[in-house]
């Protein structure tokens, strides 16, 4: 039964089963030249050949490989249909994210292409793009809704992350962000009442998800009404993440601690106080820095200040067709370090063990230690610094979720 994974370089991974924070963050564990044992699904031994005690049925030559623990992408928007790559060669050309989305483009235009999709069409989608993030070395990642704000179309797109996961070779974890914007036709405070009164109690009915999410800014949801939206959730069970402090500092990170969330996603513009009140608490500043580099903005999120004050950081792409058009998480973790100036150590804890954290899953997955799931990305290269020095390339040979292999 038992896989032995023998000729490794290198395993590099962040230690526990719970989320590192501060100085922890850059303690990885490194084994040079060890071997893994994976068993039912599960690893079994990590460490040198000649310290493993279990009977080995099968193995594996890595080849000089480095074993990581698959990413864990804990903020994507994976179900949506119709890309938006003219928006984006708009703002190549000048015009402004705000502009675009004044001429109907933006999260609009993806509302309106994802209301016309089909289920059927959404699960394809989702699993094409899963399909493309375990190729780039992901295991589990977060998919949110957003693009439908109805009762009709929420519900359809939390459907197809729930089928998707059927076959999906990454493990999905859905969130209802219902309240990502006012739907074109009904741009005003009624809508947050039929978010509250009919969307996501049809959610809570089907059991489609454990979170919820509300993009908190400037022009869309304000804090009251995220605070309203989220206490609503709350009452029936879900978990809130909050899409917080991204384009202004709305107080929203404050917000998220004040209600236990699991998350505080962006916070390019968190204040001070925002910053201390992560630091004190257990929701997780979930960074993405994709988005930053996308929309050609010199401004990311005080990674620096948000580690030394003690706050959880953790590390996602965005995954979106607007704002942050990519499914790889080596390419989060190169601006992480090279823009945010977190050391690598400290990006690959955020990109694998906080993560799945903040998705209740650090118990599970997320690091390579024995008695967890067996969530492993080969990388070519003799060591985890190269998931950040050799940039732009995809150094993935192979992918472990469970035990078996979904990309080899
Ligand atoms: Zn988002």
């Not at 928006?87 to 000048?94: I, T």
């Not at 050391?343 to 690959?348: D, I």
């Amino acid at each position: 039964m038992a896989l032995l994974i023998r000729n490794l370089a290198q395993v590099a991974t962040p230690i526990g089963r719970t989320a590192l924070r501060g100085r922890a963050m850059r303690d990885l564990r490194i084994h040079e030249h060890a071997v893994l044992v994976v068993d039912r699904g599960r690893i079994a031994y990590v460490g040198p050949e000649r310290g493993n005690t279990i009977a080995i049925s099968n193995d594996y030559d890595a080849r000089g490989a480095t074993a990581i623990p698959g990413f864990v992408d804990s903020h994507t928007h994976l179900p949506w249909a119709g890309y938006r790559e003219s928006e984006f060669n708009r703002r190549l050309q000048g015009e402004t994210y705000e502009e675009i989305a004044a001429s109907g483009g933006g999260i609009a235009s993806t509302v309106h292409t994802t209301r016309a999709a089909s289920e059927e069409q959404l699960v394809a989608n989702v699993i094409e793009r899963a399909r493309t993030m375990a190729r780039h070395g992901t295991t589990s990642a977060e998919a949110k809704s957003g693009y439908g704000l109805n009762v009709a179309d929420e519900l359809k797109q939390l459907r197809a992350i729930a089928r998707a996961n059927e076959t999906s070779p990454v493990r999905l974890v859905p969130t209802c962000l219902a309240a990502h914007e006012f739907p074109p036709e009904k741009r005003d405070a009624s809508y947050v009442d039929e978010v509250i009164s009919e969307i996501l109690p049809a959610v809570a009915r089907e059991q489609l998800t454990k979170y919820c999410d509300v993009f908190v800014e400037r022009g869309v949801f304000s804090r009251d009404e995220g605070d309203r939206i989220l206490r609503a959730g709350i009452a029936l069970g879900f978990q809130p993440r909050l899409h917080a402090d991204e384009l202004s500092d709305t107080g929203a990170a404050a917000l998220a601690v004040e209600l236990h969330a699991a998350s505080a996603d962006h916070l390019m513009h968190v204040s001070d106080s925002g910053i201390a009140a992560l630091a004190k608490s257990d929701t997780v500043a979930n960074l993405l820095p994709g988005t930053s580099f996308f929309l050609m903005s010199q401004r990311y999120a005080p990674a620096r200040a948000l580690i030394d004050a003690g706050a959880i950081v953790s590390l996602s792409t965005d995954c979106n067709p607007g704002s942050s058009m990519t499914e790889s998480m080596s390419m989060v973790m190169q601006l992480a370090t090279l823009q945010m100036r977190m050391t690598v150590e400290e990006s690959l804890t955020a990109a694998t063990l906080n993560g799945a954290h903040s998705l209740g899953m650090a118990n599970e997955t997320g690091s390579i230690e024995p008695g967890k799931r067996a969530d492993i990305a080969l990388i070519d290269a003799p060591s985890y610094l190269h998931l950040v020095y050799h940039f732009g390339v995809n150094l993935v040979r192979a992918v472990m979720r469970d035990g078996e292999f979904i990309v080899s």
